[in-house]
């Protein structure tokens, strides 16, 4: 080969391997999904979704009556949401099945 196709070869090589480098640009989530959490810490406990809440968050002291002034989806029948550990979260109101969890920042959420 001559010096101007090796050169050629080198640069398209080189301009190859860093596309497959370059990490893929994500959107963030947006709206109120960008607060969604999967896992927390309350009560020095780490909960995940699927969880089981502590039996003092299904009672009506801890239940979130104006959910909509703290920017959260309003409850589906059978589920409350209740504050635990700095996040808003879901669960039911005979189990206290965790089904849903935002960082307690949606609060500010405009």
């Keep these: 080969m001559n010096k101007g196709k090796v050169l050629l070869l080198g640069t398209l090589l080189s301009l190859a391997s860093t596309a497959f480098i370059a990490p893929l640009a994500v959107a963030a989530p ?11 810490i309350a009560d020095f406990t780490k909960y995940k979704i699927g969880d089981f809440a502590p039996a003092q968050y299904q009672t009506p002291e801890y239940t979130i009556k104006q959910y909509n002034l703290r920017n959260l989806p309003a409850p589906d029948a ?7 550990g700095e996040n808003y979260v879901l669960i039911g109101d005979t189990d206290g099945k965790i089904y849903k969890a935002y960082n307690g920042d949606i609060f500010y959420h405009r």
């Excluded at 947006?30 to 927390?40: H, L, S, T, V």
């Excluded at 059978?78 to 635990?84: E, F, L, P, S």
């Design 78 to 84: 059978g589920t409350h949401w209740t504050y635990m």
């Design 30 to 40: 947006g709206g109120i999904q960008a607060y969604e959490e999967q896992e927390f």
